[in-house]
């Protein structure tokens, strides 16, 4: 009797032994699974988060900062819109209102920014702006800042790669793969800051 008890002892214990184990097996794969998506699929997204979005003021503060483009003191937020991209560095448009002059502004700008080159006078026919902020200039689907000139217009404008330099862009049309622009645009009693900051 005592051996027919052992035996069955013994009988229980390996499957509870073999239970344990496929429930410990179970629990990995689970947890493996789970691993997998936040380690392959989580970086991807959803493909709704790409293209166009308007961004809001700190998503902007955030953005300008990391692609080292200071906005300065007094200058204030209006919109800002992202190209947000499925590989690659994202692109930014956005638009500030400027305290004080056409002149004040464009130094506020320059001292603010001084990796740049100096600012220059131009015209809304120039490439830098033409290329990058006019309605003519953007794809499908774009919902920020669109410049429209007047005959009173006042544009003064610079292009860098502010957070890696890359060399001369004295051969480039418009503005370049991650490449920043800050055009100043005066306009009757209103003066603006806008940006580009071009991704890949």
Do not use: K
Not at 178 to 193: H, I
């Amino acid at each position: 009797m005592s051996a027919e008890v052992g035996q069955r002892r013994r009988g229980l214990r390996v499957a509870l032994i073999t239970l344990a184990a496929v429930l410990l097996a179970g629990a990995l794969a689970f947890v493996g699974w789970i691993a997998w998506i936040v380690i392959v699929v989580g970086p991807f997204g959803d493909p709704d988060d790409y293209g166009y979005h308007r961004i809001d003021e700190q998503a902007a503060v955030e953005a300008m900062d990391y692609r080292e483009v200071a906005i300065p003191d007094g200058f204030q937020f209006e919109q800002m819109t992202a190209l947000i991209q499925f590989s690659g560095a994202d692109s930014y448009w956005g638009r500030y209102r400027a305290p004080g002059t056409f002149e004040q502004a464009a130094a506020a700008v320059a001292a603010a920014n001084p990796a740049f080159p100096a600012l220059r006078s131009t015209t809304c026919d120039d490439d830098v702006v033409a290329r990058g902020f006019t309605r003519e200039s953007v794809n499908d689907g774009y919902n920020g800042p669109v410049l429209e000139c007047a005959a009173d217009t006042r544009l003064a404008v610079t292009t860098a790669w502010a957070g890696s330099p890359g060399g001369s862009l004295d051969n480039w049309v418009g503005t370049p793969a991650d490449a920043e622009t800050l055009l100043v645009v005066g306009a009757g009693n209103r003066v603006e800051l806008w940006v580009l900051s071009q991704g890949h």
